[in-house]
């Protein structure tokens, strides 16, 4: 699907002529025009990451179902079923992150789409109680992680680099794509699933555990024949045409020729030397892996936050007391209220920077996890007015602020000619910590109903503080940053 046009960034004053003004800040009508036709022009992208986030989000969602039909009973053994993706999403990541680095950005997404539609699916055909069932179940779950971790990747580098010469000032509402079709996911998942735990256990455990794999089939299929369609990234364009450029001798006939570079293409040149031998990209990495470490410890509290809901729906049934009905009506008020967030962070972000708004969203989440939890079990032994108000509205508010800005954050630390295979690597590693969360979260409730609150506080004070590292080293240029580093 071809980008809409969109309108031009008018031009700042000449007060900003020294350092760039974001659009959202002295135009924000045309800042709003240009966000929309960005996501008029997403469709094929935002459907088929729905598909990621959808799959996971149904298995733990049906955690109390799954552990019958293939878990023999056992908690533990569901939340370890429900873990085993996110194991792969590593080696996934780096995979389909290194097609998009080589092939291009838009052909990893359409690589990664199958794997992801056809084995949510089979998951939905095994038949339980047979011999082996658990292991296949298993298998297919890898693989579903292998695909999964090359869309979360690919989706992130390719709305970070899709767009025309002014996409420096709407990156903030390109990244947000991602939090819009999680959203969407967890919502249509919590509806499905909504539907599913309102049949008598005899009928979920015989056959209605199995629709909401299968629903995925419309999905997938809608989501690989849109994809067919979706251009490459300028930005890939202009990497592989100066990559030509430098094994090519230069005809010194045609000076003029390539003297000329747009903003985006002076991105490229700056991570690009063309003092450069094939050996470089493997010292590139070395030079880069501290960065990735920290960055892996930043998003490892991101997605950790984001997962939490998850298990919430479990600890307010098992914790609160309240129904399996109830408790999923928390979880889609919640994610109702993340998936609207998307707007106002993006605009946020665009408007004062990644980092800024990263650290107000998860120094507030730190500070209220565990009295949310504590006030949810203070409320005469969980009413459900409290688990509304504060699980359902204030948590997915302040982990809206810290998540939606945070791919953008990993974006632009990296450079171009490594930015998918960085990026995936980073969202791998740190979706392990993600994808463990409600089992950490469920054998720490077992000492106390606020040990969950807890573990997402102590884990979110490293990255906070990896935060502040960033900006005191770009602001003394000893970190680069290779996106909109003028609003970091």
């Known amino acids: 699907m071809a980008p809409e046009a969109v309108p031009p960034v008018p031009a700042p004053s000449p007060r900003s ?3 760039m003004v974001p659009l959202a800040a002295y135009e924000p009508k045309a800042y709003w025009q ?4 960005l996501y008029a022009s997403s469709t094929a992208v935002i459907l088929g990451n729905v598909l990621e986030w959808y799959d996971w989000t149904v298995f733990g969602y049906m955690q109390d179902i799954m552990k019958d039909v293939f878990g023999s009973g056992s908690g533990s053994q569901a939340w370890l079923l429900f873990a085993v993706p996110f194991l792969a999403r590593p080696l996934g990541s780096v995979f389909f992150g290194w097609i998009g680095d080589v092939c291009g950005r838009a052909t ?8 992801m539609a056809l084995c949510t699916v089979l998951q939905g055909c095994l038949i339980p109680n047979t011999p082996g069932v658990a292991v296949l179940l298993a298998g297919l779950r890898i693989v579903t992680g ?12 390719y709305m970070s680099e899709v767009g025309d010469e002014g996409r420096e000032h709407t990156l903030g509402a390109a990244i947000g794509v991602n939090n819009l079709s999680g959203s969407l996911a967890f919502l249509l998942a919590n509806v499905v699933l909504l539907l599913v735990h309102l049949l008598p256990r005899e009928q979920q455990l015989a056959w209605a555990w199995r629709v909401p794999f299968l629903l995925a089939l419309p999905l997938g299929v809608a989501s690989i024949i849109l994809r067919r369609h979706v ?9 592989v045409e100066m990559e030509t450029a430098r094994t090519q001798p230069v005809d010194s006939d045609e000076p003029g020729e390539g003297s000329s570079l747009s903003p985006q293409q002076k991105e490229e040149a700056q991570v690009s030397p063309t003092k450069v031998k094939e050996p470089r990209s493997q010292w590139l990495w ?15 509290a991101v997605n950790s936050c984001n997962y939490l809901p998850i298990y919430l729906v479990s600890w307010l049934e098992e914790e609160a007391q309240l129904s399996p009905s109830l408790a999923l009506s928390i979880a889609a008020v919640a994610k109702v209220v993340q998936m609207l967030m998307t707007f106002p962070v993006s605009f946020a972000t665009d408007r004062y920077g990644a980092t800024k708004v990263m650290l107000l969203g998860g120094g507030s989440v730190s500070l209220v996890a565990v009295p949310c939890l504590w006030l949810v079990m203070a409320s005469s032994g969980g009413e459900c007015w409290s688990g509304f108000l504060v699980l359902g509205l204030l948590l997915p508010v302040l982990i809206s602020i810290y998540l939606i800005p ?23 590693l740190a979706s392990i910590a993600g994808g463990l969360t409600p089992m950490i979260a469920s054998q720490l409730a077992q000492q106390g109903e606020l040990w969950p609150g807890a573990f997402i506080s102590l884990l979110s004070l490293p990255s906070l503080a990896v935060l502040l590292w960033s900006r005191r080293e770009k602001a003394k240029s000893r970190l680069a940053v290779y996106q909109r580093p003028w609003l970091f």
């Open 17 to 19: 002529a020294q350092r």
């Open 34 to 37: 240009r966000v929309r036709a």
């Open 108 to 115: 990893s997404l359409k690589i990664a789409i199958w794997g």
């Open 146 to 157: 292998l695909s999964a971790g090359g869309e979360s990747a690919g989706v992130n580098t």
């Open 231 to 239: 251009p490459e990234t300028e930005a890939f364009r202009r990497k």
């Open 286 to 300: 070395l030079s880069h892996l501290r960065l990735l470490l920290l960055v892996v410890m930043v998003l490892s």
């Open 406 to 428: 945070s791919n953008l954050f990993m974006t632009c630390v990296f450079p171009t000619p490594m930015r998918a295979r960085g990026c995936g690597l980073c969202l791998g």
